[in-house]
């Protein structure tokens, strides 16, 4: 069909009946229609009624289907439903996604990560401006499971989402590993999951840290354990924290003979506040619940550790963006990590 | 013929699945009676809810605080057993304190469900989730079920501030429960 030939008004109109029905996140959908959802089902070859998620307090369930045609609501092409499929398992995984997360007055953003080789097939970026917009696989993929919690479960600002800010980025954050980059395994595959798969949890926050002129690892851990020590997003006792390095970062560590989990481990063991710093954040005590309040007296010089100790495993630790500089990113968790990453599994070819 | 746009939600044909007739009928008052206590797990709920508990106990009649339990997961509604159980060991509940987005839409699906089992529920909520207290009362069939609102915030509030919070809604909390009022 030539470009003469599309009814751009008839699209408009489209567009305009999705947002009457409340269907939006704000910014315009593509209109699902019976052809197009059953193109996603057969990239997906799974049945389409299947159920993949279950909202308890609400008794809502997603299924297959509508997560198609919320997938395809995004933006998205059929061949990235299987990775939506996939982020959105990785995503039930998860503790806090399966209960009152995307209610919650955090706002919390799912964290994304593709690995495999998909992220070329499909166009995922996992270069420069990796967190950044601009890349219609990483984009959809993430907007498509805001439409599902949205639509599906039914969860709208203002009514069953409270966040009290939320996230810049909120339903934006999928990012393709850097694996051509990377010093290590990719990610999935150090979790078990070779080839094409999601890793995902939800998050916080995401800050990044940039240095770029050291040459000694320590120094550059160093930089990461303040960022992630800080008082600002820890409520409770202790808290979870993963990093996402730029391959410069990644390779100076490596290169220093770090693997993976010896960055996971000494973040784990060096990031935190003495109970002195704590307290003049009000933060310094914890009542036994597990909650911070202020204290009660205990030796300013006590290191209070961020991440709790045996919990080295769940920091995650993933490489992204570009070569051109020293900049990472420190994502802070909502809540934990399963660790568990999910297989990216295409239907027959269609 | 054009193709039809599909409806993204699933609910479109959603119907009032079980609505609430009716709240638990009510007692004249509360003398004798047993009271129950279910915290939300939030922070100073339980210190609030017991000190309801013994005011209760101390100024208007009731027999005993006879069951408090604390939520497994703040985010979700309590089940049946649960239910079965405060029907049990009570006649009338005490539900609080929703202070955050899932929590409080829990905490007003709970008081459904103990009204549907006959058990006259006060639940009671902070002022900053009125609209997702009442979406939840939409989404469980209630529309108009009516709960305790109370000024925000609470988790910050002092033991002491607390318990003069308890206090001050007692009145609401004993009209909530009972046919006659304080």
């Known amino acids: 069909m030539s470009v003469a030939e599309l009814d751009a008004d008839a699209a408009q109109l489209a567009v305009e009946h999705c947002y009457e029905q409340g269907w939006s996140d704000g910014l315009p959908l593509v209109p699902a229609t019976r052809p197009l959802v059953d193109r996603f089902l057969a990239a997906a070859g799974r049945p389409a009624d299947e159920v993949i998620g279950h909202m308890p307090q609400l008794d809502r369930s997603v299924t297959v289907e509508l997560a198609a045609i919320n997938a395809v609501m995004a933006g998205c092409l059929p061949e990235y439903f299987p990775v939506v499929l996939a982020a959105w398992e990785a995503l039930m995984n998860e503790r806090a996604a399966k209960g009152g997360g995307w209610q919650s007055t955090s706002g919390p953003a799912p964290l994304i990560i593709v690995n495999g080789p998909i992220r070329n097939e499909l166009g995922f970026n996992s270069t420069g401006g990796v967190f950044g917009p601009g890349f219609r696989a990483n984009a959809t993929v993430a907007r498509a499971i805001g439409l599902i919690v949205r639509n599906v479960f039914g969860v709208h600002p203002h009514e069953l989402e409270q966040a009290t800010q939320g996230l810049p980025g909120r339903w934006s954050i999928c990012i393709g590993e850097n694996e051509e980059e990377s010093p290590w395994p990719p990610l999935a595959a150090d979790r078990g999951v070779t080839g094409n798969a999601v890793t995902a949890t939800l998050l916080r ?13 320590e120094l550059l851990l160093g930089d990461f354990a303040d960022t ?12 979870l924290v993963g990093v996402v390095l730029c391959p410069e970062h990644a390779n100076l560590l490596a290169g220093a003979g770090y693997s993976r989990s010896d960055v996971a481990a000494w973040l784990a063991e060096h990031s935190g506040r003495t109970t002195g710093q704590l307290a003049r954040a009000g933060k310094d005590h914890n009542d036994g619940a597990g909650v911070r309040f202020p204290g009660s007296g205990e030796p300013a010089d006590d290191f209070q550790r961020t991440i709790a100790p045996g919990n080295e495993d769940r920091v995650l630790i993933a490489v992204a963006g570009s070569r051109n500089a ?14 568990n990453s999910v297989a990216i599994r295409a239907g027959e070819a269609s | 013929m054009p193709n039809a746009i599909l409806d993204p939600t699933g609910r479109a044909a959603d119907a009032a699945a079980s609505s609430l007739s009716a709240l638990a009928p009510r007692p004249a008052d509360l003398t004798g009676l047993r009271v129950g206590l279910l915290d939300n797990t939030k922070h100073n709920a339980l210190l609030f809810l017991r000190e309801v508990g013994s005011l209760l106990v101390s100024e208007h009649g009731v027999a005993e605080v006879s069951i408090v339990e604390t939520k497994a997961n703040f985010s979700v509604p309590v ?3 649960i239910v079965a159980r405060y029907a049990r060991e009570c006649d009338v509940v005490v539900i609080g304190v929703g202070d955050c987005g899932s929590c409080s839409a829990a905490a007003v699906a709970d008081g459904i469900n103990f009204e549907r089992a006959g058990l006259p529920a006060a639940v ?13 009362a939409e989404v469980q069939g209630a529309p108009d079920y009516e709960w305790i609102t109370t000024r925000h915030p609470m988790a910050s509030l002092t033991p002491d501030e607390v318990r003069t919070r308890a206090e001050g809604l ?3 909390i004993l009209g909530t429960l009972a046919k006659a009022a304080a």
């Not at chain 1, 992630?228 to 808290?239: E, N, V």
């Not at chain 1, 802070?332 to 660790?339: E, I, L, N, V």
């Open chain 1, 205 to 217: 926050t995401c800050e990044y840290v940039d240095n770029r002129h050291t040459t000694d690892p």
């Open chain 1, 228 to 239: 992630i020590g800080r008082s600002g997003s820890l409520i409770f006792k202790h808290a």
């Open chain 1, 326 to 339: 020293g900049i990472s990113m420190v994502v802070r968790y909502f809540a934990d990590w399963s660790g």
């Open chain 2, 79 to 81: 089940d049946e057993s």
């Open chain 2, 124 to 136: 009671v909520l902070t002022d900053a989730f009125l609209s997702t207290g009442r979406m939840m």
């Open chain 2, 170 to 172: 007692l009145p609401q």
